[in-house]
């Protein structure tokens, strides 16, 4: 369970940067803070993820 939640971290920081990219290229500003949010969200996951892993050693 847990790889796949930071799989899915992963995931979410990867589609943030493309968004953020294609926002900034597009001159699109919602697209490109659609990208800074999701890449926000898999930051969370990231650190959540790793709070567990030092209760879980």
Same mark, same amino acid.
């Given at each position: 369970?847990?790889?796949?939640?930071?799989? #899915? =971290?992963?995931?979410?920081? =990867?589609?943030?940067?493309? #968004?953020?990219?294609?926002?900034?290229?597009?001159?699109?500003?919602?697209?490109?803070?659609?990208?800074?949010?999701?890449?926000?969200?898999?930051? =969370?996951?990231?650190?959540?993820? #790793?709070?567990?892993?030092?209760?879980?050693?």
């Amino acid at each position: 369970m847990a790889g796949e939640q930071k799989a #899915k =971290a992963k995931v979410e920081q =990867a589609e943030g940067k493309a #968004k953020e990219a294609a926002g900034r290229a597009l001159g699109d500003e919602q697209l490109e803070g659609e990208g800074r949010t999701e890449q926000a969200k898999g930051d =969370a996951r990231t650190a959540k993820e #790793k709070v567990k892993d030092v209760f879980r050693h």
